[in-house]
């Protein structure tokens, strides 16, 4: 199965901003997920978009997806101090037996 | 409350010998995974499974083994022949197919002593 990689490596912006995270992989999906790991814990499923779709919200998230450009990005509006954690997506094949993570994101909002 | 239960949270390991850690779930999900953390990198698999009394190598199955005995547990043991076991692991579960979204536990951490 292929690996999702994320960009950037690390992100810091301000409580109220907006945090723009993305995702490029290599070959057709079925789906793409997002999941959020805070620091020291499991990873907590977010958001999953599939490939006929180009855009889902769920509360203060946005993901876009692009299967000709083979890419996702997360966006995270008014973003609170909360929100700091690491950002993984993982782009899932038709048929595929398991989920690859890529190396995520590590966000960092400061009050 | 449903979810994955794994434990312990920490772990210390001698060397030369085996240590398992268990993951227990009760949401019910045919499919179970193990995947290592370490620092600043993303998750690997060692080991996948799909039904009971059957499992598959991950990418990195090497110095470690499974079983699936019930459907509820996926125990894995850490052998002597991984030479570098210090990570954090994270078993994980979801429906079948196995690309759907995954629940996961809050992880072990393994150290050697």
């Known amino acids: 199965s292929q690996q999702g990689e994320e960009d950037p490596q690390a992100l810091s912006i301000q409580e109220g901003e907006n945090a723009t995270m993305n995702c490029s992989y290599k070959?057709?999906?079925?789906?793409l997920q997002w999941y959020r790991q805070n620091s020291g814990r499991g990873l907590v499923h977010l958001i999953l978009?599939?490939?006929?779709?180009r855009e889902k919200h769920s509360g203060r998230l946005r993901v876009t997806l692009d299967t000709s450009k083979k890419s996702s990005s997360l966006l995270i509006t008014a973003s609170r101090a909360a929100d700091t954690a690491s950002y993984f997506c993982?782009?899932?094949?038709?048929?595929?037996?398991?989920?690859?993570f890529g190396k995520g994101t590590s966000l960092l909002v400061t009050p | 409350d449903g979810g994955i239960t794994q434990s312990p949270k920490y772990l210390f390991r001698k060397e030369g010998q085996n240590v398992t850690l268990s993951c227990e779930q009760n949401?019910?999900?045919?499919?179970m995974y193990w995947y290592r953390q370490d620092p600043g990198q993303g998750l690997r698999l060692i080991y996948y499974?799909?039904?009971?009394?059957?499992?598959q190598k991950g990418d990195i199955a090497e110095g470690y083994s499974v079983s699936r005995e019930k459907k509820e547990s996926f125990p894995l043991t850490v052998t002597s022949a991984q030479k570098n076991p210090t990570a954090f692991y994270l078993c994980?579960?979801?429906?079948?197919?196995?690309?759907?979204?995954?629940?996961f536990g809050d992880g072990t951490r393994l150290s050697i002593l």
């Open positions: 994980a579960s979801s429906i079948v197919p196995s690309n759907q979204p995954q629940h």
């Open positions: 070959t057709s999906i079925n789906n």
């Open positions: 978009i599939r490939s006929n779709e």
């Open positions: 993982a782009p899932a094949e038709r048929g595929g037996y398991a989920l690859n």
């Open positions: 949401l019910n999900h045919d499919a």
């Open positions: 499974s799909q039904i009971v009394n059957d499992f």
